[in-house]
């Protein structure tokens, strides 16, 4: 039987709900997103061919993502399917998302301006001007969602030929999109950044904003909660914020799927705060 990652987040989504209580609708949701997702992710191939080690060393030394747009080609036929499916099921648990559902359908039903919006939501570039009339927020993450498992396969397939040590950069080096969470690893607590749209992870500088680089150290901070197992990175540079968890102090089986889940109510101190998710910015990556 295959074994997934989609299946120990559900997993975890289901004991924390068992043992807390009161998640049973957010469960459910992220059963059904995970599990479409999980489909269209097992009938896609990854095709590595072109990423020899020349090509790889290359790209990332430059500081370029190893992953282009035209690398999602193969996953097309499944991405046009997986777009409806996404909408409906976003449409049925969130009444507020109904008002965009016609304007999506009207974008996806165009393959020509499809295929424009999901290359400018994927190279940081603007949106095509057909694309107006739905919001450019739900526009991103209907999108993100739908290439989620497309671009997580790239991730575990070319991750491990990533020299950790040599990127150290802002953005991933896979997909070149920016970090929404973070975890100080279990051995001597070195910071991980986590990838919004392909789940990667890579090894980042403990005292440098993951956004705009700030390195001055009156200006960046951190908060934790009463056991010191969450962390909530603060830039004054900017005002963006990150998420992190200590993995030194949390469960062997953690799903940082599901630490993000659980731990939304950080983002709404924070925001409340004045503080904002760096990874809502719509560029991609920078060098």
């Known amino acids: 039987m295959r074994t997934t990652a989609a299946d120990k987040n559900l997993r ?44 790889v060393s290359g790209c990332l030394s430059a500081g370029l993502p190893l992953v282009s747009f035209e690398d999602l080609s193969p996953g ?24 965009e559902v016609e304007g999506l359908k009207s974008i996806i039903s165009n393959k020509p301006l499809l295929s424009a919006v999901a290359r400018a939501w994927y190279e ?29 396969a790239y991730a575990e397939a070319l991750l491990p030929l990533v020299n950790q040590e040599a990127w150290r950069r802002r953005y991933c080096p896979i997909c070149g999109s920016k970090p929404d969470f973070a975890f100080l690893e279990t051995e001597v607590g070195a910071r991980w950044l986590c990838c919004l749209r392909c789940d990667a992870q890579w090894l980042f500088q403990r005292l ?47 799903s940082l799927f599901v630490e993000r889940i659980i731990t939304m109510d950080i ?20 060098k």
């Open 12 to 55: 975890k989504l289901e004991e924390l709900e068992q043992r807390e209580g009161g998640l049973s609708g957010l469960t459910q949701f992220c059963r059904q997103m995970l599990a479409l997702q999980d489909e269209a992710k097992s009938r896609f191939v990854v095709s590595i061919a072109r990423f020899e080690p020349s090509v």
């Open 76 to 99: 097309w036929v499944q991405a046009e399917s997986l777009f409806p499916q996404v909408i409906d099921l976003l449409a049925r648990e969130y009444p507020d998302f109904s008002g």
């Open 124 to 152: 940081g570039s603007p949106l095509p001007d057909m694309a107006n009339s739905v919001d450019s927020g739900v526009l991103a993450s209907v999108i993100g969602t739908v290439f989620k498992p497309f671009l997580s």
């Open 208 to 254: 440098e904003c993951p956004y705009c680089g700030n390195q001055k150290h009156a200006s960046l901070a951190y908060l934790t909660d009463d056991k010191g197992l969450y962390r909530l990175y603060l830039c004054e540079e900017c005002r963006s914020y990150v998420k992190a968890i200590d993995l030194r102090l949390a469960g062997p089986d953690t």
């Open 267 to 286: 983002d709404s101190q924070a925001q409340q705060a004045g503080y904002k998710r760096g990874c809502d910015e719509p560029k991609s990556w920078d």
